[in-house]
T-cell receptor, first 114, second 110 residues
Framework: DTEVTQTPKHLVMGMTNKKSLKCEQHMGHRAMYWYKQKAKKPPELMFVYSYEKLSINESVPSRFSPECPNSSLLNLHLHALQPEDSALYLC?????????????FGPGTRLTVT | QQPVQSPQAVILREGEDAVINCSSSKALYSVHWYRQKHGEAPIFLMILLKGGEQKGHDKISASFNEKKQQSSLYLTASQLSYSGTYFCGTEKVGNEKLTFGTGTRLTIIP
């Protein structure tokens, strides 16, 4: 199974809402990532978890809160978002966090903040 | 800083060849190449590690010149399925973060 799954596929939320994005992989990968991608732009790294510990936070605003409950799951909790946070949120995983490993991406959650 | 890719966009007829370049201002440890079709997730193509190697499979290959901090992706005898946006991802020496390049949109027409 070389699949990374993400739920939901689409999410519309107001600026006062609290929601969560979920990512799951069953490849035994020990590194998991959150990326944000705006239209016609490359993915931008947000967070990296290595062995269930947060290893990189790319100065992401605190309204985005990541969580790694176990080695297969990665969540992104959203609170008080702004319209400019609307984007495609991609989750990825790799065997390790060193970049000699390929990253497997999920299909993404398309988020719209109203 | 984000790696710069060239060209930004290219249109080819089926069977033609293409070269996509990726250039960084920083010393690199590795270069990844990914392809993303519209509305889909990026798909891994290959990794090149420091050492100036060239890799390839099928009709897609790539080179990495660490002295010039550049990588090139070569697509030969392009097929319709090659259409999409190609991103290089670079890892700087001493930093495990992958930074994606500006992207190259490739369109293959019959």
């Amino acid at each position: 199974d070389t699949e990374v799954t993400q739920t939901p596929k689409h999410l519309v939320m107001g600026m006062t809402n609290k929601k969560s994005l979920k990512c799951e992989q069953h490849m035994g990968h020990r590194a998991m990532y959150w990326y944000k991608q705006k239209a016609k732009k490359p993915p931008e790294l947000m967070f990296v978890y290595s062995y269930e510990k947060l290893s990189i936070n790319e100065s992401v605003p605190s309204r985005f809160s990541p969580e790694c409950p176990n080695s297969s799951l990665l969540n992104l909790h959203l609170h008080a978002l702004q319209p400019e946070d609307s984007a495609l949120y991609l989750c990825a995983s790799s065997q390790g966090s060193a970049n000699s490993y390929e990253q497997y991406f999920g299909p993404g959650t398309r988020l719209t903040v109203t | 800083q984000q790696p710069v890719q060239s060209p930004q966009a290219v249109i080819l007829r089926e069977g033609e060849d293409a070269v996509i370049n990726c250039s960084s201002s920083k010393a690199l440890y590795s270069v990844h190449w990914y392809r993303q079709k519209h509305g889909e997730a990026p798909i891994f193509l290959m990794i090149l590690l420091k050492g100036g190697e060239q890799k390839g499979h099928d009709k897609i290959s790539a080179s990495f010149n660490e002295k010039k901090q550049q990588s090139s992706l070569y697509l030969t005898a392009s097929q319709l399925s090659y259409s999409g946006t190609y991103f290089c991802g670079t890892e700087k020496v001493g930093n495990e973060k992958l930074t994606f390049g500006t992207g190259t949109r490739l369109t293959i027409i019959p």
